[in-house]
């Protein structure tokens, strides 16, 4: 089993950067894909970004890039995403999520995940 717990959440002006991280136990984290998503209220839950075990490959969701960074630290077994400029759709709960790692694919599907984090609140003001 692996347990995710995210923190770094808050409110943010638009425009505005905030990090969030998710730190994992129970497992050995460099054999995890590690994901970030997100669900606004009245919405599905979306892909954000993800990072292979090794780091060295992500992926981003069309509507971050360029403004999101996805990054981890194996010997800390930590997950981060740095995002910068953000705009008020931006808002809603980002989850961690983590799943065994297949050669170094990536996957934007939640359903792919077999670990959850219980999620923090981003709220971007405009």
């Known amino acids: 089993q692996v347990q995710l717990v995210e923190s770094g959440g808050g409110l943010v002006q638009a425009g505005g950067s905030l990090r969030v991280s998710c730190a994992a136990s129970?497992?050995?984290?460099?054999?995890?894909?590690m994901g970030w998503f997100r669900q606004a209220p009245g919405k599905e839950r979306e892909f954000v970004a993800g990072?292979?075990?090794?780091?060295?490959?992500?992926s981003y969701a069309d509507s971050v890039k360029g403004r999101f960074a996805i990054s981890r630290d194996n010997a800390k077994n930590t997950v981060y995403l740095e995002m910068n400029s953000l705009k008020p759709e931006d808002t809603a709960v980002y989850y961690c999520?983590?799943?065994?790692?297949?050669?170094?694919?990536?996957?934007?599907?939640?359903?792919?995940?077999?670990?959850w984090g219980q999620g923090t609140q981003v709220t971007v003001s405009s």
């Open positions: 990072i292979s075990w090794g780091g060295e490959r992500v």
């Open positions: 999520a983590g799943r065994s790692a297949l050669f170094d694919s990536i996957y934007d599907s939640p359903s792919e995940y077999n670990f």
């Open positions: 129970g497992r050995t984290f460099n054999r995890l894909t």
